[in-house]
């Protein structure tokens, strides 16, 4: 989205089923190119530790707002519609609650 990786962090993982909310915590965007990396980043350096790539396919984005996005996922575990509402700011950074819609 915008020419970048848009990124959150989701402590407890993605939702995989309607009905489970959780917390996913917004972070840097990172460039395109950051996806399709694995391995290990040193510590020291911004995120730093192992970074595997847990899933990867398309999306549609249905709604765009400031306090909420909502698009439908095609990957080959997280498929579905999903949403992120922002719960509030802190600091600097952006609390978001993530859910399956269907």
Do not use: C
Request: aromatic share 10%; no cysteine; hydrophobic share 35%.
């Amino acid at each position: 989205m915008d020419g970048v990786l848009k990124s959150w962090a989701v402590p407890k993982g993605p939702p995989e089923t309607k009905g489970i909310k959780r917390l996913a915590m917004a972070v840097d965007d990172h460039d395109l190119e950051y996806g399709k990396f694995e391995g290990e980043i040193p510590e020291g350096q911004y995120g730093a530790g192992k970074v595997s790539i847990w899933d990867n396919g398309t999306y549609d984005l249905k709604l765009r707002k400031p306090k909420e996005i909502a698009f439908e996922l095609h990957g080959r575990k997280l498929h579905g519609e999903y949403a992120l509402v922002l719960m509030k700011k802190e600091h600097d950074r952006q609390l978001w609650l993530l859910f399956k819609r269907a």
